[in-house]
């Protein structure tokens, strides 16, 4: 199986994509499958062992027995790509691929093997979850996979500008059927550090924050520090406001409690901490 290497710099692919149900549908001969991962279905006719689809304005005939080969437990999600199908993964510095552990589920980023998204309920009933609210001007930090800034819009922000530093996750978001919303002309998607970025922001010039952070650790301390928070302080107009996703992952073992620290700095640096909630984050203003 062949991986994805190459950054695509064109935004969301069109191109068939599936999971392990996708691939039960295809080898039991269903006459509508899905290749968005259950978003939609399409009419596939079989001739000699070939399926054969329309999808995304292009033809397509696949040999059954070239599908990947997959168990009970395949989480794996793949990309028609060059007339063959590659396991949306990249392997870099680390090892980075989507998972799919439900039909009908979004896709969960992996990350050396650590889950980026619930692996227990749907990622996007989370997201809807954390983000209950936004408005105007809405600035992200971590973009991921993208659904926190879809999420923002359909909760009321006019524009969303989205920071993320690792160019293999939006590599990977260019193929997740459920990250096309992320190339919306009302998000701009920038590749870089998002303290560096920050400090380059006009005073006042945003309504909203959204801060959806990789768990707490020393790789991510930057992250959850005072002197970020103090620049998202800077750029949030008056009364704007803030939601700080913190992950409880792996803290009941190391006897941490984050939104302690957290709600600690942020109001340290001004914000008004408004609500807790476990297991999703912390809402703030500024005042």
């Known amino acids: 199986m062949k991986y994805i290497h190459d950054l695509c710099d064109v935004g969301y692919l069109e191109i068939p994509v599936v999971s392990r149900w996708q691939i039960e549908d295809l080898k039991s001969g269903e006459a509508r499958v ?3 991962l259950e ?12 399926a054969h689809f329309a999808y995304g304005g292009a033809e397509y005939e696949v ?25 949306l993964s990249v392997a870099s510095a680390r090892f980075y691929k989507l ?9 969960t980023l992996m990350i050396d093997g650590i889950t980026m998204h619930s692996v227990l309920e749907n990622p996007l009933v989370v997201t809807a979850r954390k983000v209950t609210r936004a408005w105007g001007a809405v600035f992200e930090c971590c973009t991921g996979l993208g659904y926190t800034a ?23 978001a260019s193929f997740n ?5 992320l190339w919306s002309p009302t998000i701009d998607i920038v590749l870089g550090d998002c303290l560096s970025f920050v400090y380059a922001l006009r005073d006042s010039s945003f309504d909203f924050v959204i801060h959806d952070p990789p ?9 959850y520090s005072e002197e970020l928070y103090r620049e998202f302080y800077r750029i949030l107009r008056k009364g704007g406001g803030l939601f700080h996703y913190v992950s409880l992952s792996g803290t009941k073992y190391r006897g941490l409690n984050p939104y302690r620290g957290v709600a600690e700095r942020l109001r340290r640096v001004g914000f008004v901490v408004e609500r807790v909630r476990e297991g999703y984050g912390i809402d703030a203003r500024r005042r």
């Open 150 to 172: 879809v999420e923002a819009l359909r909760k009321g922000a006019r524009r969303v500008v989205t920071v993320e530093v690792d160019p293999n996750v939006l590599l990977l």
């Open 99 to 107: 998972c799919v552990f439900q039909r009908g589920w979004a896709p």
């Open 63 to 87: 040999n059954i027995d070239d599908l990947p080969n997959i168990d009970e437990e395949s989480c794996e999600v793949y990309a028609y790509i060059d007339g063959e199908w590659r396991e």
């Open 177 to 181: 059927p459920y990250s096309r919303g």
């Open 34 to 36: 899905s290749f968005d």
């Open 39 to 50: 978003l939609t279905k399409t009419e596939v006719k079989y001739r000699g062992g070939r």
């Open 215 to 223: 768990r707490l650790s020393y790789a991510t301390q930057r992250l």
